[in-house]
């Protein structure tokens, strides 16, 4: 792996391990409110002070980053799944198959984002987030996927395995899938990434994650009476580290898994 990716696998780590493990160690829980100190900055007894509501700034932090991550991994996961499988059936299969799927796939990418979310997230929850954001952001990858299938079912061993009666399922997993992995890979990256920038910027609005609950868009928004504030400097560089080590993993997950990376 190149050297990005390493630093990208180890800054995530340490953000995944602080997340975590920080709470078991963090005398104060992120549902507790201490009601001797309002919006107090660090101190022994709040080690990244308090908000303007008496909550350990640490602590919720902490439980902002988990719910991030969790979010952006889900996220991920689904809509990668679903471009793959749009992708390589309408690739595979061509003629009406492909052209229902690709106008399909172009009617979903007319309403406006912000919209639908506005819409159908917030009386609901995170739960109904993850796959709504996931529904907006598959998209683009499977035309890179379907793209990444038609050349390669014309390829030789592709072709001797369908004369040889290998059944389509497997045909496509074993043979045409792997022709797009650094594809994948590069787009669940990517794809994590918008989420929790997507999702912290949601909940910032009130459109994510819903109280009593917080992730780290909801503690950047109590924080927002001052940009110089902890809540607000703690969540937004977390948020930070986050992104950047997902993008950096995926960049040198991309590199390794490219089959034509040693031709360029």
């Known amino acids: 792996m190149t050297r990005r990716g390493v630093a990208g696998l180890v800054l995530l780590a340490a953000v995944v391990l602080l997340a975590f493990a920080g709470p078991l160690v963090s005398p104060w829980r992120w549902d507790e409110t201490d009601f001797t100190a309002f919006r107090q ?5 709040h080690w990244l002070g308090t ?104 390829r030789e061993h592709v072709l001797a395995a369908r004369f040889a009666g290998v059944g389509v399922p497997r045909l496509i997993v074993r043979h045409v899938l792997p022709q797009a992995a650094s594809l994948l890979v590069a787009d669940a990256s ?12 949601l909940s910032y609005l009130g459109l994510g994650v819903r109280p009593p609950d917080v992730s780290l868009g909801t503690v950047i928004a109590d924080g927002q009476g001052a940009a110089a504030t902890w809540p607000f400097g703690a969540a937004a560089g977390l948020l930070v580290l986050i992104v950047l080590a997902v993008n950096l993993l995926g960049d040198g997950l991309r590199d390794v898994l490219d089959p034509l990376r040693d031709a360029r």
């Open 190 to 201: 990517l794809t994590a990434g918008v989420a929790i920038t997507a999702e912290g910027g």
């Open 41 to 45: 900055g660090p101190s022994a007894r």
């Open 51 to 154: 908000t303007q509501g008496g909550r350990d700034v640490f602590a919720l932090v902490l439980r902002g980053a988990q719910k991030s991550l969790l979010i952006g991994l889900l996220v991920a996961v689904l809509s990668t799944a679903l471009a793959a499988v749009v992708g390589t059936v309408a690739g595979y299969a061509g003629g009406p198959v492909d052209r229902a799927l690709m106008r399909g796939a172009d009617l979903l990418l007319v309403p406006p984002p912000l919209l639908v979310v506005a819409v159908l997230a917030p009386a609901r929850g995170w739960p109904v987030l993850v796959p709504l954001l996931a529904a907006l952001m598959w998209m683009p990858a499977a035309r890179m996927v379907r793209a990444a299938t038609l050349a390669a079912r014309e």
